[in-house]
């Protein structure tokens, strides 16, 4: 459940269309230690392929993808 | 009425005039006084443009009763929504009723350390004579190419540079002897997916190299190599790379740009977000929307913000909202192109590469002049 997870740092790409979520959170993830959390809000349902190439390419863990209507939470825990 | 405009809205700077020509004065503010046909600059490094073709004044492409401020009298930097003025160089304040946004973007090489040192690209006029010196001069070796971020102007550009970079070198007998990496911020090699299903065969095809999920976070110009967020490292001989863009100091300045400069812009009646009220657009690429970079898109909606205003002035119901359409050429080398035809709702489709599609972006270049600007297409 997400609600366990403690995020360290949260990147908002509501309203944002590919590739930026992507890219944000590529550059987000840089600040962050290893096993540190970080949350992405996404609309763009592109995200839902995305994030986890994106996390599959990089060695990063994707802990979880949530779906609520309108809104995708991906937690993301950095290698 | 002050529009803040430049290139592309030109020609709806002059319908919108055709429209409610009686009842508006308008004036253009414009820090140059030069319009620019930057699609020109693809074709500069390979020799086939001369750069100093891609100009006119602005004077000349604007009807005569339009008025331009140029220099510190036409360079804005200050806009105030609230009290509907703008504050010029010069020390001066501008009243309007409406004001049309068309600031574009900036070149920001400082985001990435090392571009500015390391790194070539063809958007700008000097940078694409910099880079025709240097491929002039290139015997072989490793060539990478791409985009260092987005968003970026034009984002077919980088690709039609590798496809043109590919022919030219088979051309000169040096493919042989280069290699050619395209690097790109996702998963695929085109931010839309039925434009990267139709260009990931014809790269393979031409022996590119592609690396996805390549941000570029780092160029070493001592050592040649260009590193990613996601941590490879790729060295070059020659490093072409679309620059990180942003929006322009004036609208941070007066806090109409998220933090990178972009103008939240309605994505249907291209008012600024925030400022419905205020009789206040923004068209180009200095909105936020999620089309193209372009001055295709520019073009397009010019002509519904200069509907959108002659309707109020004229007292009659609005006609026209964008949708996001987009129409641009994709040249492929070997002088063939593909068309993609495209807005919010409907990708692009883009039919087989043909001598057609190429003959017709070379057209556009040329009568670019008599057909834009005027306001005839
Ligand atoms: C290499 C390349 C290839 C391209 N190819 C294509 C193509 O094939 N098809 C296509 O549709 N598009 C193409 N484009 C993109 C196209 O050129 C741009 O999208 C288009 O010029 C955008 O128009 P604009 O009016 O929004 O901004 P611009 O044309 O950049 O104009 C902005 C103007 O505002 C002025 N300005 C900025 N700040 C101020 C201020 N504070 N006060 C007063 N004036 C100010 C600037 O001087 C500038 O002249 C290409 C671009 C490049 C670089």
Not at chain 1, 39 to 47: C, K, Q, S
Not at chain 2, 14 to 35: E, P, Q, W, Y
């Amino acid at each position: 459940m997400a609600a366990t997870y403690q995020i360290d740092k949260t990147v908002d790409a509501k309203g944002q269309t590919c590739p930026m979520p992507v890219v944000m959170l590529a550059k987000a993830i840089k600040d962050l230690k290893p096993g540190q959390v970080l949350a992405v809000y996404a609309t763009d349902p592109g995200a839902k392929k995305d994030i986890p190439a994106w996390a599959n390419k990089t060695g990063n863990t994707l802990l979880e993808t949530v779906e609520e209507p309108g809104l995708l939470t991906f937690y993301i825990k950095k290698a | 009425m002050a529009w803040e405009a430049r290139s592309s809205p030109t020609g709806c700077i002059n319908l919108l005039h055709g429209d409610a020509r009686n009842s508006t004065s308008i004036t253009v503010f414009d820090a140059k006084g030069i319009h620019t046909y930057q699609p020109g600059w693809l074709y500069v490094p390979f020799g086939e443009q001369d750069p100093h073709k891609l100009q006119r004044s602005e004077r000349r492409l604007l009807q005569r009763d339009i008025a331009l401020l140029s220099g510190d009298a036409g360079n804005v930097v200050r806009i105030d929504p609230a009290a509907k003025q703008l504050q010029t160089a010069d020390g001066q304040t501008h009243a309007y009723d409406y004001l049309v946004l068309a600031t574009g973007s900036r070149n920001a090489p400082e985001e990435v350390s090392g571009f500015a040192e390391g790194a070539d690209h063809f958007y700008s006029e000097k940078a694409s004579l910099a880079l025709e010196k240097k491929l002039a001069n290139f015997t072989g070796g490793r060539i990478v190419t791409g985009v260092a971020s987005v968003p970026y102007r034009c984002p077919p550009a980088p690709l039609e540079f590798t496809f043109m970079l590919e022919a030219s070198l088979r051309d000169r007998g040096l493919r042989g002897s280069t290699e050619i990496h395209y690097v790109f911020p996702i998963n695929r090699p085109f931010p839309i997916q039925s434009v990267s299903d139709f260009v990931a065969p014809l790269l393979e095809e031409r022996g590119v190299q592609v690396h996805t999920f390549f941000n570029t976070e780092t160029i070493d110009p001592e050592h040649k190599i260009v590193s990613s967020l996601e941590g490879e490292d790729l060295p070059y001989d020659l490093l072409v790379l679309a620059p990180p863009h942003k929006g322009q100091q004036v609208i941070i300045d007066s806090g109409l740009g998220d933090r990178d400069g972009w103008i939240p812009t309605d994505h249907n009646t291209l008012r600024v977000k925030g400022y419905e009220d205020a009789n206040l657009f923004a068209v180009g690429d200095a909105t936020d929307l999620p089309v193209s970079k372009s001055g295709s898109a520019a073009h397009y909606e010019g002509h519904v913000v200069a509907e959108t205003i002659a309707a109020e002035v004229q007292h009659r119901p609005i006609r026209e909202l964008y949708h996001g359409r987009v129409a641009c050429f994709l040249e492929t080398g070997h002088g063939q192109a593909t068309f993609l035809w495209f807005d919010y709702e409907h990708p692009p489709k883009p039919p087989k590469p043909r001598r057609l599609w190429h003959l017709e972006k070379a057209a556009l270049n040329t009568f670019y002049w008599q057909l834009i600007p005027p306001g005839r297409v």
